[in-house]
């Protein structure tokens, strides 16, 4: 009995739109199992929206919605935006579906009477202004161990590592701003020390890509730490029995792939266990993801399947980070493209991006994307090399014979397309997708000199029979392009294959349909360009939209040491603040700025902060100032500094690490 093979996708967090770093995930993704199906293998795609977690309801807070209007926003967004790259799920869910609550619910509970879970009380941070504990994103400070500004799980800025609640140093709260305190609360941590053995056993057999592996078990030599499965939120999936916790996003996530299938079994009238409760290993789960979560799939995720009696993956394919320009990419200082604005929106046909993406460098390894290139690749080797050979070899058979001539077709063109069938597999199937797709390409340039060495135009004149000839053996490679493309390029491989009059669905069309030779008297439709290609002054506007946001994504221009020393930062303590008559958002502070003594070392400065804190909230608090601002008058008061704060949908002030005296530079 064939195995039945099920590929899943990481989740887009349902948190913004599509970018292209996105689609290094999907897109080959989706190739490989179109790939599959032409192999004739039974596969099924799932994916689904990544629906929980503190950023959503950071973000829905700011936006002045409900997380749940937020995440059905942003999932409909992805499903669309999925649908119109030909990225087609036979399931895409959302991890706030019932199925999801329900299955992690009992996954959790399976946890729990296995001896996998306990209950500890740990210090969080809680801030007494907001009088509430501080999950995740809600709280900043200082890493452990490596000493960089990182936030409550993740040392984002620094050394990467995971942080569990309560490890953050130097606690602040990222809604007010305020000092945080740590406060003893229980939680509940999944026993990942006790799954060291099995995930040494496990990751030796693990398929897929070397870079996932081998990252995973660099932490297999460490030692592996107990995860906190519990936070306080109130938008989640509910920890059992406890209706003041959620379990943590990483545990309800990856469920999703198993309430998915659940999901479209149970549409389907199949029974879901076959592939995730099947002892006999009859399917092989294979997880596509990102880079930046191998840790969560190789060695959280199995352990959790391992401890709950669910089938393991057999394989996780990790692809390679994305550049934009040469330039790490980051949407806050602009290096991003995003898929709609940017390009369906622009009218650039879906099928350019996904060769770009799969066809530019390894899998596995850092990705560029740079328009200029994008336009090299389209206009060299999809029109230069594909759409030429397919074009001329068309419009010369049906111009001069109307439908596919007769002839034999060579043994030499036979072996040509047999081995770049065989060579396309293997690739794909070792999730090698830019030598496939080379492969491919090369049939193509076969295909190219074949056409030309042969001179058909010349063989009409004298020999009619031997020019048919020639263009059925062309047709029958332009015949095995579609099929070996269709992968790819789906949309464009089906124009192909029917500009040719073949008359089926390319995608339902296998491999070995290669070696079938095309039938003699087949009606050939008038042939039309499947590329166009791309001009210099499209590309010119492309690079101008993403220069000016890159720079509206700078805060400012680079400045020296010597400009950066002219500015007057201090810490002030705020000894008086009082609204301002007519202003809802300026509030007039006094802050004691250490300068002379009496009256004079207090400055009098406008503040536009009154929609987030009150004044009598302010007085005594310590903040950061620039000293040496212009003096400005702002509804007839005089302003002389400017007190610093960061923006996130509301001002977050900006406060020292412990009291000092008025005064202190910052610099």
């Known amino acids: 009995m064939q195995k039945r093979t099920l590929v899943t996708c990481g989740l887009p967090y349902a948190n913004g739109p599509a970018h292209i770093g996105h689609l290094r995930t999907y897109i080959p993704a989706d190739i490989f199992v179109r790939s599959l199906r032409k192999e004739g293998r039974d596969t099924t795609f799932v994916c689904g929206s990544d629906a929980h977690g503190t950023p959503i309801v950071i973000n829905a807070e700011e936006l002045g919605t409900t997380p749940s209007e937020l995440v059905t926003q942003y999932h ?13 799920f036979d399931r895409f869910g959302s991890t706030e579906s019932e199925t999801n609550h329900n299955r992690t619910t009992e996954i959790v509970n399976t946890l729990i009477s296995n001896g996998y879970v306990f209950s500890q009380e740990v210090e969080l941070a809680y801030c007494p202004t907001c ?6 994103r809600y709280v900043e400070g200082v890493c452990p161990d490596c000493g960089a500004v990182a936030r409550g799980d993740e040392c984002d800025q620094g050394c990467g590592k995971h942080l569990e609640p309560g490890e953050i140093l130097n606690p602040l709260c990222k809604i ?3 000092k945080a305190e740590f406060r003893s ?6 026993r990942l020390s006790e799954f060291s053995g099995f995930l040494s056993d496990y990751l030796k057999k693990l398929g897929g890509t070397s870079n996932a592996r081998n990252y995973a078990m660099g932490w297999i030599d460490r030692k592996l730490n107990d995860w906190c499965i519990t936070r306080n939120l109130e938008w989640g999936v509910r920890f059992p029995g406890h209706e003041d916790l959620v379990v943590y996003v990483w545990v309800d996530a990856p469920i999703g792939y198993i309430s998915f299938t659940e999901e479209w079994a149970n549409e389907n009238g199949i029974d879901w266990k076959e592939y995730w409760v099947n002892p006999d290993g009859d399917t092989d789960i294979i997880h596509f993801i990102g880079g930046d979560i191998i840790y969560h799939h190789c060695i959280f995720w199995p352990a959790l399947l391992k401890g709950a009696g669910y089938t393991l993956p057999r394989a ?16 806050s200082r602009g290096y991003v493209v995003w898929v709609n604005d940017d390009y369906l929106d622009k009218g650039f046909h879906p099928d350019l991006l996904r060769y770009y993406l799969a066809s530019y460098t390894s899998h596995t390894k850092e990705l560029n994307f740079s328009w200029k290139i994008f ?17 001329r070899t068309l419009l010369f058979a049906q111009k001069n014979f109307g439908a596919v001539p007769d002839g034999e077709i060579d043994s030499g063109v036979a072996k040509e397309i047999e081995a770049a069938k065989d060579s396309v597999i293997a690739a794909f199937n070792g999730y090698e997708f830019k030598r496939g797709i080379d492969d491919a390409m090369n049939l193509a340039s076969f295909g190219n000199s074949y056409f030309q060495s042969n001179e058909p135009w010349k063989l009409i004149k004298t020999d009619a029979a031997a020019a048919g000839k020639v263009v059925r053996n062309c047709l029958q490679i332009a015949k ?23 008359g089926t669905e390319l995608k339902n069309t296998p491999y070995d349909e290669v070696a079938v030779e095309i039938a003699a008297g087949q009606s050939l439709l008038p042939p039309s360009l499947l590329f166009a290609k791309i001009d210099d002054q499209t590309i ?9 946001r890159v720079s509206e994504g700078a805060s400012k221009k680079h400045i020296t040491f010597e400009e950066f020393s002219e500015l007057d930062i201090r810490i002030g303590t705020i000894v008086q603040a009082e609204p301002i008559k007519k202003s809802k958002k300026l509030l007039k502070l006094i802050v004691d700025l250490g300068e002379g003594g009496g009256r004079n070392r207090n400055r009098q400065i406008v503040a536009g902060i009154a929609e987030t804190h009150s004044p009598e909230d302010l007085v005594g608090r310590q903040v950061v100032v620039l000293a040496n601002m212009a003096p400005a008058t702002l509804f007839g008061v005089e302003s002389r500094g400017m007190i610093l704060a960061a923006d996130s949908g509301g001002a977050i002030l900006l406060v020292p690490e412990r009291e000092v005296p008025a005064g202190v530079a910052v610099g």
Not at 131 to 136: G, I, V
Not at 375 to 391: A, D, H, M, P, R
Not at 480 to 502: C, D, H, K, R
């Open 76 to 88: 409909d967004h992805f499903d669309e935006t999925f649908k119109s790259l030909n990225i087609i």
């Open 131 to 136: 009088n509430r504990f501080l999950p995740d």
């Open 176 to 178: 007010c701003g305020s």
């Open 185 to 190: 609360q229980e939680h509940f941590f999944f």
């Open 316 to 331: 996780v394919v990790a692809s390679g980070m994305v550049k934009i320009g040469d330039k790490t990419f980051s949407k």
């Open 375 to 391: 336009q090299e690749k389209v206009n060299n080797e999809l029109v230069g090399t594909l759409g030429n050979f397919i074009y």
């Open 480 to 502: 095995a392009l579609a099929i070996l493309f269709e992968s790819v390029i789906p949309a464009t491989a089906s124009e192909a294959w029917n500009q040719l009059g073949m």
């Open 540 to 548: 010119k506007e492309m690079d101008a939209i993403l220069s000016d």
